[in-house]
């Protein structure tokens, strides 16, 4: 471990901080910490994700798999640890809590067509695949207890179910939803519904949450023969991929190691051995597919071990120990 900190420790800024914080346990407020804060805050690719954020939400939602749209890229500012006492972080923040929707959901900018039950015209409006995530990101970037915040995971978490969180959307969405039956769980939005609610300590051991937890698990046993909503855990789902951006190996095991009843189920560790046993002979970690839009980046590329990457493997195996 060791050399695996120290590697990590001399690699970049981002993945250096959330060492110094989540392996090695530094608080925040100690200088080695601070320094590199400073310099990941001002290290060219976090600067253009901050002045592209700056324009929110930038774009249509058309896909919410497109790797490279600002909803995805938010959250991985607020994963890198920024607040919003940094002046473009507040600014983004503000940007995005204008659009806060009658039920309490924060809103994305979405076209759904007249053939999938919407008008064709643009609209701000939420689904279950988007709203738990500005709600994350907004939790981390360091306003978990502002009353709006609140009211949204409040919304979100009261649609849950006991077989985990469907697909719904709000009313401007029309009669949309996604390809599966009304009954079935979305497995992505209750992957992304535990992640949000991970970040709110009078939710994390809910109900809703341990029935969530259970379905995400479930849905591994069962993976050879159900596939809700088209989602498959099958060779594609298995690559180590990063950011988390989707539905996968990483993104899964990341979310499911913050509740600590999960770790030691055994449904938990076989999906673990999967992930482990594609770590190289030093305990590194090689991204086996990568999103384009984040080609930049140390995880954007399919040769080497990803420093980020190999944080992330770090990180859950922290948990389980």
Same mark, same amino acid.
């Given at each position: 471990?060791?050399?695996?900190?120290?590697?990590?420790?001399?690699?970049?800024?981002?993945?250096?901080?959330?060492?110094?914080?989540?392996?090695?346990?530094?608080?925040?407020?100690?200088?080695?910490?601070?320094?590199?804060?400073?310099?990941?805050?001002?290290?060219?690719?976090?600067?253009?994700?901050?002045?592209?954020?700056?324009?929110?939400?930038?774009?249509?939602?058309?896909?919410?798999?497109?790797?490279?749209?600002?909803?995805?890229?938010?959250?991985?500012?607020?994963?890198?640890?920024?607040?919003?006492?940094?002046?473009?972080?507040?600014?983004?923040?503000?940007?995005?809590?204008?659009?806060?929707?009658?039920?309490?959901?924060?809103?994305?900018?979405?076209?759904?067509?007249?053939?999938?039950?919407?008008?064709?015209?643009?609209?701000?409006?939420?689904?279950?695949?988007?709203?738990?995530?500005?709600?994350?990101?907004?939790?981390?970037?360091?306003?978990?207890?502002?009353?709006?915040?609140?009211?949204?995971?409040?919304?979100?978490?009261?649609?849950?179910?006991?077989?985990?969180?469907?697909?719904?959307?709000?009313?401007?969405?029309?009669?949309?939803?996604?390809?599966?039956? %009304?009954?079935?769980?979305?497995? $992505?939005?209750?992957?992304?519904? @535990?992640?949000? *609610?991970? #970040? &709110? =300590?009078?939710? !994390? +051991?809910?109900?809703?949450?341990?029935?969530?937890?259970?379905?995400?698990?479930?849905?591994?046993?069962?993976?050879?023969?159900?596939?809700?909503?088209?989602?498959?855990?099958?060779?594609?789902?298995?690559?180590? %991929?990063?950011?988390?951006?989707? $539905?996968?190996?990483?993104?899964? @095991?990341?979310? *499911?190691? #913050? &509740? =600590?009843?999960? !770790? +030691?189920?055994?449904?938990?560790?076989?999906?673990?051995?999967?992930?482990?046993?594609?770590?190289?002979?030093?305990?590194?970690?090689?991204?086996?597919?990568?999103?384009?839009?984040?080609?930049?980046?140390?995880?954007?590329?399919?040769?080497?071990?990803?420093?980020?990457?190999?944080? @992330?493997?770090?990180?859950?195996?922290?948990?389980?120990?």
């Amino acid at each position: 471990m060791d050399s695996i900190n120290d590697w990590l420790l001399s690699s970049n800024p981002w993945t250096a901080y959330r060492t110094r914080l989540d392996l090695l346990g530094e608080p925040e407020s100690a200088p080695e910490g601070q320094q590199t804060r400073a310099e990941m805050l001002a290290h060219p690719l976090v600067q253009a994700l901050l002045e592209e954020l700056r324009a929110w939400p930038g774009g249509i939602l058309n896909s919410h798999k497109s790797a490279g749209h600002a909803l995805h890229k938010l959250v991985f500012i607020a994963d890198l640890g920024l607040r919003v006492d940094v002046t473009a972080i507040a600014e983004i923040t503000t940007r995005v809590m204008e659009h806060q929707s009658p039920q309490g959901p924060f809103q994305m900018l979405g076209k759904i067509s007249p053939a999938y039950g919407g008008t064709g015209e643009e609209v701000w409006g939420w689904a279950l695949c988007d709203a738990p995530s500005l709600v994350y990101a907004l939790a981390k970037l360091g306003l978990r207890d502002d009353p709006r915040v609140r009211a949204a995971a409040a919304y979100l978490a009261g649609l849950g179910r006991e077989n985990g969180w469907p697909c719904a959307v709000s009313p401007e969405m029309g009669t949309w939803r996604g390809p599966g039956r %009304k009954e079935d769980p979305c497995p $992505y939005a209750n992957l992304i519904m @535990l992640k949000t *609610l991970a #970040q &709110f =300590a009078d939710w !994390r +051991d809910s109900a809703a949450v341990h029935d969530g937890v259970n379905t995400a698990l479930a849905l591994w046993e069962a993976r050879r023969n159900a596939h809700p909503y088209i989602f498959y855990m099958g060779n594609d789902f298995c690559k180590l %991929k990063a950011p988390l951006v989707w $539905y996968d190996l990483v993104h899964v @095991l990341d979310v *499911l190691t #913050q &509740f =600590a009843w999960t !770790r +030691d189920d055994p449904r938990l560790r076989t999906m673990l051995d999967v992930a482990l046993a594609k770590a190289d002979a030093d305990g590194k970690f090689t991204p086996e597919s990568v999103w384009q839009a984040w080609k930049a980046w140390d995880f954007g590329q399919k040769k080497v071990p990803s420093p980020w990457l190999t944080l @992330l493997m770090q990180r859950i195996l922290k948990r389980i120990q």
